[in-house]
């Protein structure tokens, strides 16, 4: 089994730029498909964006497309999500995810995900 720690979130201001880090232990990253997703205070769970075992096929919601690029290096067993042009909205626990079996791709739904990381808080002040 995979364990996942993700770091990197913090306060920024509007229209700056934060990385993320999901680090992975336990077992290689390459076997997994990855994904970050968020959730805000009162707010349900948002899904962001998801990255293909190579790295080879993205897919981003439309909210965060064009600002957000998901990304992983296996060879450091870590995946990324670089945040650009941040906006008060996007302010959030960050979460990124690993599954290993898709009926689907890309996935529908957070169902494929089932190895969570523990979160890490992004802070966009205005």
């Known amino acids: 089994q995979v364990t996942l720690v993700e770091s990197g979130g913090g306060l920024v201001l509007a229209g700056g730029s934060l990385k993320l880090s999901c680090v992975a232990s336990?077992?290689?990253?390459?076997?997994?498909?990855m994904g970050w997703f968020r959730q805000a205070p009162g707010k349900e769970r948002e899904f962001l964006a998801t990255l293909s075992w190579s790295g080879a096929s993205t897919y981003y919601d439309g909210s965060v497309k064009g600002r957000f690029v998901i990304s992983r290096d296996n060879a450091k067993n870590t995946a990324y999500l670089q945040m650009n042009n941040l906006r008060p909205t996007d302010t959030a626990v960050y979460y990124c995810?690993?599954?290993?079996?898709?009926?689907?791709?890309?996935?529908?739904?957070?169902?494929?995900?089932?190895?969570w990381g523990q979160g890490t808080q992004v802070t966009v002040s205005s």
């Open positions: 995810a690993a599954g290993d079996k898709f009926s689907t791709w890309p996935p529908k739904n957070a169902d494929p995900f089932t190895i």
């Open positions: 336990g077992r290689a990253l390459s076997n997994y498909a």
